[in-house]
């Protein structure tokens, strides 16, 4: 039976880096055909519109356009994208909010074959224009964090704001998220996975079970650790432990 191929693009300004990727992709991922490498944003955007690919992998830092603003002037954005990087902690946070993939250069077989299968099945999900869109959303000038966050589901992805989390609550490997207006969603994901993808100056963990936005805190009661009382009403215990770290946080509100 014959591999299904996945179409991709490569766009890279460093022919080192593309060739390096090329050769990797060649050996280790056969189900990957390569039908154009692009050294350029502007030939990208061109390869991209005329050839839409199964799966893009672009290059984040290019002289003249980066790939973010690339894709910006992209009107085909219907492919799973799998950026290529220099470690850039703002870059990587806003790329994993928006559930899209990245590789740290240079890139290792394993990575980029795990990378490769998760673009696979994420390809049977139809919401790899609204990832790109929620990326592209995070990534506004003048948007200092992280502003919405794509939560996997059964059915695909949820796109949550973060301005209407109100708090997380942890139940071993899951996560229930409380919303506005009473809603909650549980998510396969740990609660230290929400900690190091929220923005650490607006959501502050106050306990080993609780993250809370500080944004929704209506007041502190004191105590050995004290307890949080939320907007919605609900009482938070803050681990003593935890205190010193809230009461930071409280203090710049």
């Known amino acids: 039976m014959t591999t299904p191929l996945l179409k991709a693009v490569i766009v890279d300004d460093e022919p080192n880096s593309l060739n390096a990727l090329k050769n990797k992709l060649s050996r280790h991922c056969p189900q990957v055909e390569i039908v154009a490498e692009c050294t350029t944003p ?95 959303h995070n990534l506004i000038p003048g948007n200092k ?38 809603q909650k969603i549980t998510v396969s994901r740990t609660l230290k996975d929400f900690e190091e993808l929220l923005p650490p100056e607006i959501f502050v963990r106050i306990h080993h079970s609780h993250i809370i936005n500080m944004d929704q805190v209506s007041r502190y009661i004191k105590g050995e650790g004290g307890q949080v009382v939320m907007n919605n009403g609900k009482v938070l215990d803050v681990a003593r432990r935890k205190k010193d770290d809230f009461l930071r946080a409280f203090d710049k509100l």
């Open 42 to 136: 502007e030939d990208g955007i061109r390869k991209i519109e005329a050839l839409r690919p199964d799966i893009l992998f672009l290059d984040v830092e290019m002289p003249r356009m980066n790939g973010f603003v690339m894709l910006q002037h992209l009107t085909n954005r219907d492919f799973e994208l799998i950026f290529t990087t220099a470690y850039d902690q703002y870059a990587i946070e806003a790329i994993r909010a928006s559930a899209l993939d990245y590789l740290v250069k240079p890139v290792e077989v394993e990575d980029l074959t795990e990378a490769v299968d998760r673009a696979m099945r994420k390809r049977q999900q139809p919401a790899g224009t609204v990832r790109i869109e929620t990326l592209l």
């Open 145 to 182: 964090a992280v502003k919405r966050i794509a939560i996997p589901s059964l059915e695909g992805y949820q796109f949550v704001d973060i301005d209407h989390i109100q708090y997380l609550e942890a139940f071993s490997n899951y996560t229930v998220m409380y919303l506005h207006g009473n």
